[in-house]
Structure formats: C-alpha cells, structure tokens
C-alpha cells in the first residue's frame, strides 16, 4: 500500500462516506441514525449549545448593543475597557460587536478597539 495514500485510506477503513457534490451531503443528513448519533455526540461535548438558547439570548443582545452604542464616540475604546465599564462577559460584549458590525454602526480597529462610525 502506497504511504501517500494512508490516510484516505484509514478514512475509508472508519467507514468515511466520500462527498463528491451537495447531494452527497443531502444524501447523508437524511441518514437519521447517523445525525442523531452526531447530536448526541454534540450534546456530550462540553460548550455545546443548542440552537433554541440563541432566542434566549437576543432581547440580552439587543440591549447590549443599545449600551455599546451609549459608550462609543468616534474616538476608539479597547473592547476589554468597554467590557468592564459594562459589566459585561467576553461572550455576550463579542456577539453584540459582530452584530453592530454587521449592521455598519461600529468600527473594529486594531488592538482590539472599537469606535462608532459617523453617518454622513
């Protein structure tokens, strides 16, 4: 046996399913004892979280980002100082700035600042 091939080998010995195209995948997330072995697996995992508690989370979100946008001037503040002024963890201070970048009210610069941009 080839060495450069070991490890698709090895894959194919574990009963890897080869993906070629998206029905392919299809054809695999329709195999449901698979999926629920995998979401069990998941669900064992430690930092898992399951998708109904992101509901949960948005009014906290929404609110967050309203006293985000409360702080910011157009001079940058470090996330960590913004964090702090806030009370806030590291994760929920994360999902507010990544929304309110996406929405293009926020800047993130370097060193881990933030500063909000001006409507012209």
């Not at 698709?8 to 054809?27: M, P, S, W």
């Not at 967050?64 to 590291?90: D, F, G």
Request: hydrophobic share 40%; aromatic share 8%.
């Amino acid at each position: 046996m080839d060495e450069r091939f070991a490890g698709g080998n090895r894959l194919i010995k574990q009963g890897a399913t080869l993906i070629e195209d998206v029905y392919d995948v299809l054809n695999t997330l329709r195999n449901t004892s698979r999926t629920t072995d995998y979401l069990t697996l998941l669900d064992a995992e430690e930092g898992f979280t399951h998708f109904s508690s992101f509901e949960d989370d948005a009014e906290q979100i929404k609110n967050t980002k309203a006293q985000i946008l409360e702080q910011l001037e157009l001079t940058p503040v470090s996330m960590y100082e913004l964090m702090h002024r806030l009370y806030l963890n590291e994760s929920t201070l994360l999902k507010a700035i990544i929304e309110l970048e996406i929405e293009r009210k926020i800047s993130r610069l370097i060193a881990d600042e933030v500063s909000i941009l001006y409507d012209s």
